[in-house]
């Protein structure tokens, strides 16, 4: 292990970050909100720290190891998610304990969108702001920017980027540079966020709430600057526009490069991944519309309206809400809940197990029952045209294990601090799946939940953004050895 080379990035990092602090001082000294002393004082605070770690270390050099990379990503996603927590303590008029404050700050990195804050609408403009701006960043992964940015601070990013990249797609580069993935990636990003941007302005939303919101949508982060989410402009064509972004924002990025670059749209049916998502969100969205109208909930128009919006809003695990689908017939918040478990893409900016890994499971499931008829036949088990070798699936079958046994453990964890079995099972699905909005005494806010349970919560989050063994590994014995 090079703990000082670790220590040295991650000051550098650090220091890289401080400089999100200065865009909402910048905003809160225009607007006059009162919030600029407490920006200005945590970017002190947090690009002093990253600069006395990187002094200590400054001339430590040596290419990482993927060990390294393990420890540096986890360090990265908990030491950013504690110093992200500056301005929220800090900010006059908020009066967060430490626990609200990191709970808010890693709900924002990780993309997840729970939150302990109520009365957004009389916030300071730039705390708004930052909450977004922390969530768009986080949506591409910090990490996956940063190593455009690394090698020219000589150090090597490809051992990062590969225990940032989840599941099968690990070792798939857009670029033969890992340097020219990240850009590209980045580029996709802040074009998407862009459009979303224009798209929210020309429907209606102002100039702030436009931007602000389209930095979550394509995020898939699920903040907003209102307590009521999109149900506060009261627009369906936003809702619209909210669906289509969340979709695209759950497929691939890679799949989205390789359309963009050569202009053609049959990228998208061609990847098998792809293919799996739509069909399973439509699917979904037929179910949850059909059930509305049955049950006489709402019209046939708004049945449609609503149930396909929240159904992408939850399957893809943004958590944007135009009602409160908490107090719709049960069987539907569960069959969304239920849903944030596949999540979007491998490779997106989504939560959940993924949409790669559900499919292999539903493939190897199918060829299981094959085989029970044919015991003798040789099946194999093909992703497109590929052949999934044993390997990946035992990986797959390995994390879909984990994921169950770390849900279970931490929905204990939950009841154990007094909460009833549909908050602890719902928050535990909404910050493992990084989705966010949950049901009972979590479908508003969390500011009600235990400070115990906030820290329970909290790993929750960092340990399904880090796709769970990035995380769990450091808790081995073996990790530490030489």
Request: charged share 10%; proline share 3%; hydrophobic share 55%.
């Amino acid at each position: 292990m090079h703990f000082a080379v670790i220590a040295r990035i991650v000051g550098i990092l650090l220091m890289i970050f401080s400089g999100t602090m200065l865009i909402p001082a910048v905003i809160a000294l225009l607007t006059g909100d009162g919030a600029a002393s407490a920006f200005l004082t945590a970017f002190v605070l947090c690009f002093g720290s990253g600069g006395i770690v990187w002094l200590f270390v400054r001339r430590a050099r040596s290419e990482l190891n993927i060990r390294d990379g393990f420890l540096v990503v986890s360090l990265f996603w908990t030491v950013l998610g504690c110093f992200g927590s500056l301005p929220f303590l800090l900010a006059d008029g908020l009066n967060l304990p430490l626990s609200d404050a990191v709970f808010e700050s890693i709900s924002g990195l990780t993309t997840t969108g729970a939150t302990v804050i109520t009365g957004l609408d009389e916030l300071p403009v730039s705390i708004l702001f930052y909450r977004q701006f922390l969530q768009w960043l986080g949506g591409i992964g910090i990490i996956v920017i940063a190593v455009a940015i690394l090698p020219i601070l000589g150090i090597g990013g490809m051992q990062l980027y590969r225990a940032e990249t989840p599941g099968p797609v690990k070792d798939s580069k857009l670029t033969p540079r890992i340097t020219g993935t990240a850009k590209a990636l980045f580029l996709i990003y802040l074009y998407l966020t862009i459009a979303c941007t224009v798209a929210y302005w020309l429907a209606g939303m102002s100039g702030f709430d436009a931007l602000c919101h389209a930095f979550s949508t394509v995020a898939i982060g699920g903040f907003s600057t209102h307590d009521a989410s999109l149900g506060f402009f009261d627009n369906p064509m936003i809702l619209l526009i909210a669906s289509v972004f969340m979709l695209l924002a759950g497929i691939n990025f890679g799949v989205h490069f390789f359309a963009w670059r050569s202009r053609r749209f049959y990228h998208y049916l061609r990847d098998s991944e792809t293919r799996f998502y739509l069909l399973a969100v439509s699917v979904a969205c037929a179910i949850i519309v059909g059930y509305l109208a049955y049950t006489k909930t709402y019209s046939v128009q708004e049945s449609v309206l609503l149930g396909v919006f929240h159904t992408i809003s939850i399957a893809t695990t943004t958590g944007f809400a135009a009602a409160d689908f908490a107090v719709w017939p049960a069987f539907v918040p569960v069959m969304l809940i239920l849903l944030s478990f596949m999540g979007g893409c491998g490779g997106s900016t989504a939560g959940g197990m993924k949409v790669v890994r559900v499919m292999l499971i539903t493939k190897q499931g199918i060829r299981e029952l094959k085989q029970l008829i044919h015991p003798h036949a040789i099946i194999p088990l093909k992703v497109g045209n590929k052949r999934v070798d044993a390997k990946t699936v035992s990986a797959v079958w390995s994390f879909f294990a984990v994921y169950m046994f770390s849900f279970l453990l931490i929905l204990l964890a939950l009841m154990a601090s007094n909460l009833d079995y549909t908050t602890a099972f719902s928050a535990t699905s909404a910050t493992l799946n990084n989705l966010g909005p949950g049901l009972g005494d979590v479908s508003a806010h969390y500011g009600d939940v235990s400070q115990a349970a906030k820290w329970v919560l909290c790993y929750a989050m960092l340990l399904g953004r880090l796709e769970i063994f990035t995380l769990l590994v450091l808790f081995t014995p073996a990790f530490w050895k030489h």
